[in-house]
């Protein structure tokens, strides 16, 4: 395939980026995004230019930090994938592709198409977590009965990974999606409501002060997680946030 890409520029935070254009050939449809990227990047260098700075690690969907906004959409034109799961058959040959870092006042570009995405490290920090002893004696974290219904929605909020496209949908660059992940994976297990009180207020604490939006109810971000994280932890936060602003 033969492809025009509009990537976006942007040496660092402080700095005007812009979109500047790069035609592409021999784009094979089994490549990965990140693989066509790697083709582009390795033009660039061998004509003496700067390489496209992305973010990437493990290419297997499970770190996240491989986020980009292909065409107006976090990971891409594909559903319940990452950008490194994206394959260049989702595309057509002679395609327009635009490529942008994820846009929010929270996540301050690095440069180019990397963003600064650790207010979601600080929104971690503030409460997840548990105080039950689960290194070298790990009966403490095992004893208790967990109802299977509630193990299995736990470990579906946990698959959260933190890559950012539910802010990064959101018209009001909400954070609601992942702070509600990290609040219920806790939530609802036992083991987890120990600090049940201080995690959901200080996580949501935090979020607000790292300068995230409110919730715009549209659902969105629902729709480009990659791993189809559930409106619902949404409405187990807010019943948490109330149970504890009443508590407190």
């Known amino acids: 395939m033969k492809l025009t890409l509009k990537i976006w520029r942007q040496k660092n935070?402080?700095?005007?980026?812009?979109?500047?254009?790069?035609?592409?050939?021999?784009?094979?449809?089994?490549?990965?995004?990140?693989e066509m990227l790697d083709v582009l990047n390795?033009?660039?260098?061998?004509?003496?230019?700067?390489?496209?700075v992305f973010d990437h690690d493990c290419r297997e969907g499970i770190c996240g930090s491989c986020s980009l906004q292909i065409n107006g959409e976090p990971h891409g034109p594909d559903r319940l994938v990452t950008t490194c799961?994206?394959?260049m058959r989702m595309f057509k040959d002679g395609d327009t592709i635009v490529i942008e870092p994820f846009r929010a006042k929270a996540f301050p570009v690095?440069?180019?198409?990397?963003?600064?995405?650790?207010?979601?490290?600080?929104?971690?920090?503030?409460?997840?977590?548990?105080?039950?002893?689960?290194?070298?004696?790990?009966?403490?974290?095992?004893?208790i009965p967990v109802n299977k219904h509630d193990a299995d929605e736990s470990f579906n909020a946990?698959?959260?990974?933190?890559c950012g496209a539910c802010v990064a949908a959101c018209k009001?660059?909400?954070?609601?999606?992942?702070?509600?992940?990290?609040?219920?994976?806790?939530?609802?297990?036992?083991q987890g409501r120990i600090e049940a009180t201080e995690r959901v207020l200080?996580?949501?604490a935090q979020m607000d002060k790292e300068g995230f939006g409110n919730c715009s109810n549209t659902g969105a971000c629902e729709i480009e997680c990659p791993k189809g994280i559930s409106l619902e932890?949404?409405?187990?936060?807010?019943r948490e946030y109330l149970s504890a602003s009443l508590k407190g």
């Open 13 to 34: 935070a402080t700095t005007k980026g812009e979109l500047k254009t790069y035609p592409i050939d021999g784009v094979e449809g089994d490549m990965s995004f990140l």
């Open 158 to 162: 946990a698959t959260c990974i933190g």
């Open 85 to 87: 799961q994206l394959h």
């Open 233 to 238: 932890n949404i409405a187990r936060m807010n």
């Open 202 to 204: 200080n996580m949501v």
């Open 172 to 190: 009001n660059a909400s954070a609601m999606l992942f702070t509600s992940a990290k609040v219920s994976q806790f939530a609802l297990l036992p």
């Open 110 to 143: 690095i440069k180019d198409l990397v963003v600064d995405r650790s207010a979601f490290d600080r929104i971690q920090q503030a409460g997840g977590y548990i105080s039950v002893n689960t290194s070298g004696n790990t009966i403490d974290a095992n004893t």
């Open 42 to 52: 390795e033009g660039l260098i061998n004509k003496g230019e700067e390489p496209v």
